[in-house]
């Protein structure tokens, strides 16, 4: 059974207002002070967002801040101010995707996926199906054969879903070795994926270079 996790008691002054909410995955976490932890959330409804959990729940003690990659449902204090980081009410954990701490090639991977998020998910004109991506991605990743796999695939869908040339002007212009690699990898499903990693790497490297140059998204 989902449990829901209450921060803390709502502000009794802002009852009447309407509580606003975030779903999504968390993609960093970071202090901010001693009281509190701010974690960047891909949202379904507007993309990149910040939101404060309290950092120390001694006094209640079955109650824990959200971890890297955790799927919530957030409702969240209504802020007087809209440029101000709201505050956590309370939340739930759909999914967690905590096993992929336990592998540090599928870690390094996700962190790779949350880092291009973080640079690229803010100004989204329809963050819900990039947040479907990314769920699919993080999913993938135990039965990947190679993560780097995984990798290719979703900076080419989300390239291609913020309607990018990355097919006419990416794809079709490598070079023919590595277009029959790249043809296989994005068709394939990733636990049947065969490509060798040293052609997963110069197709990374080639997109990424294409992304930085020639558009506006950012790929590290």
Aim: positive net charge; glycine residues 2%.
């Amino acid at each position: 059974m989902v449990q829901w996790y209450r921060q803390y008691p709502e502000d009794p002054r802002l009852v009447s207002a309407v509580q606003t909410e975030l779903t999504g995955i968390v993609l960093s976490t970071e202090q901010a002070g001693d009281r509190f932890l701010c974690a960047r959330i891909f949202d379904e409804n507007n993309g990149l967002r910040s939101a404060h959990f309290p950092a120390s729940l001694k006094k209640m003690a079955k109650l824990v801040p959200p971890d890297l990659f955790d799927d919530l449902e957030c409702r969240l204090n209504p802020n007087r101010s809209p440029s101000s980081i709201p505050f956590v009410a309370e939340y739930r954990k759909v999914r967690s995707f905590r096993e992929l701490a336990r592998n540090p090639n599928l870690f390094l991977s996700a962190s790779k996926v949350a880092r291009f998020y973080l640079q690229n998910g803010s100004h989204l004109l329809e963050p819900a199906p990039r947040l479907k991506l990314l769920r699919t991605a993080l999913n993938s990743f135990a039965k990947a054969r190679d993560p780097k796999a995984v990798l290719l695939k979703l900076y080419f869908c989300f390239a291609r879903d913020e309607g990018l040339p990355v097919r006419e002007s990416w794809f079709n212009l490598l070079p023919e070795i590595l277009a029959s690699e790249a043809r296989k990898t994005l068709s394939e499903p990733v636990n049947r994926s065969v490509s060798k990693e040293h052609f997963l790497d110069e197709l990374i490297n080639s997109i990424r270079l294409w992304m930085n140059s020639e558009t506006e998204l950012v790929l590290e």
